[in-house]
Nanobody, 117 residues
Framework: QVQLVESGGGLVQAGGSLQLSCAAS????????MGWYRQAPGKQRELVTT???????TYADSVKGRFTISRDSAKNTVYLQMSSLKPEDTAVYLC???????????WGHGTAVTVST
């Protein structure tokens, strides 16, 4: 059974930093895209960043230069380092793992991030 468990969310002041973690069990990261999405209250879920087995990464324009995705294959964990946080970054952040051919997708339950002014 595949499980994705996020952690690291919380309350932070604008300009601060947080690191989110997503620990996966039941799968290995080979040939999977790993990513973070977020959903703010009243808004649609949006893609924040992805990375794949070769280290290729993509970022939403709104987080480029501030957020960094990384992974530790030995720990089966993907991280999201968030810096220079803004109030508009407030959302529930969800971990997503998708097989390279799109046949299988898994979601975590999310971790809440609140950025105060």
């Amino acid at each position: 059974q595949v499980q994705l468990v996020e952690s690291g969310g919380g309350l932070v002041q604008a300009g601060g930093s947080l690191q989110l973690s997503c620990a996966a069990s039941g799968i290995t990261f080979s040939f999977y895209f790993m990513g973070w999405y977020r959903q703010a209250p009243g808004k649609q879920r949006e893609l924040v960043t992805t990375t794949n087995w070769s280290g290729l990464t993509t970022y939403a324009d709104s987080v480029k230069g501030r957020f960094t995705i990384s992974r530790d294959s030995a720990k089966n964990t993907v991280y999201l380092q968030m810096s220079s946080l803004k109030p508009e970054d407030t959302a529930v952040y969800l971990c997503n793992v998708r097989k390279y051919d799109g046949s299988t997708t898994y979601w975590g339950h999310g971790t809440a991030v609140t950025v105060s002014t």
